[in-house]
């Protein structure tokens, strides 16, 4: 009797917290690698464009002052219709700083006309989609190639299910962006799984989603990804791959559990 009573109360008390974590937190996570231009980062709202959490995701925005805002994708789920919310925080947003998004696996997936209805709302705001193209842009004496990756949606799904997805390639990036350039390239891609690609190809700084923390965290590791993997390799933090920086957000949206839904702030 004891022990049920004990089990009770355990998944009364999970619950509770799960409602807390993924109802009423947004994390804040402050990174510094060495420099002055401040990127604020936001990932895989999914269906969390909420007024309630858009103001918050505002306060941040405004409190922190970034230099650019980047969104990595998923920015809403695939069988959303009404962009309203969605739009009205982008336009806040870029009252803020310049805003640039790419696609993740859910616009890409958009049912019947509602990809084409979420362009307009995006381009009814002054934020920049970049759809396997990119733009420099100067901050603070420094020049920047800001660029967004779209790959194919067999990386992410392939015959309804999970199981034999296609890979990606350094010679498929170079097809979709080019060659890398010289100049510090910031790269948005919002699956992190091909890290490696992204830092051979020459982007010195990454930053995805996607993973969704992995859902739930223990010992600071990730559980599960989206392809129904266990313990995905990036996750969430900064990766330090052949000299090069794998940025991974936990994102916003999606059930979690030890793993609050944030917005991070860079300082490169």
């Avoid at 901050?139 to 800001?146: A, H, L």
């Avoid at 990454?206 to 965290?217: A, E």
Wanted: proline share 3%.
């Amino acid at each position: 009797m004891k022990f049920i009573l004990f089990v009770l109360l355990f998944i009364t008390i999970a619950v509770f917290y799960a409602l807390f974590e993924n109802v009423f937190v947004l994390f804040r996570r402050h990174e510094n690698l060495g420099g002055n231009v401040k990127i604020l980062h936001i990932s895989d709202c999914h269906r969390s464009n909420k007024p309630w959490r858009n103001r918050r995701i505002i306060s941040a925005a405004k409190a922190e002052n970034p230099d650019f805002i980047f969104i990595t994708g998923d920015y809403v789920s695939r069988t959303e219709t009404d962009f309203s919310a969605a739009e009205t925080l982008l336009r806040d947003l870029c009252l803020v700083a310049p805003v640039y998004m790419c696609m993740g696996n859910h616009e890409q997936s958009f049912l019947n006309d509602n990809l084409g209805e979420f362009f307009e709302a995006v381009d009814r705001t002054d934020a920049k989609m970049l759809v396997n193209c990119g733009e420099y842009a100067e901050v603070k004496g420094r020049k920047f190639y800001i660029c967004g990756l779209m790959q194919n949606y067999t990386t992410y799904k392939k015959d309804g299910g999970y199981k034999n997805l296609d890979g990606f390639t350094l010679s498929e990036m170079q097809n979709f962006l080019g060659e890398c350039p010289c100049e510090n390239t910031l790269l948005l891609a919002h699956n992190p799984l091909f890290g490696q690609i992204y830092a051979d190809w020459g982007a010195d700084f990454t930053f995805s989603g996607h993973i969704h923390g992995g859902v739930v965290r223990l010992f600071g590791k990730g559980i599960l990804s989206p392809e129904r993997r266990l313990f995905p390799q990036y996750s969430k933090g900064i990766y330090d791959i052949s000299g090069k920086k794998l940025l991974v957000s936990a994102g916003i949206g999606k059930l979690r559990m030890f793993n609050p839904p944030e917005v991070i702030i860079y300082r490169i």
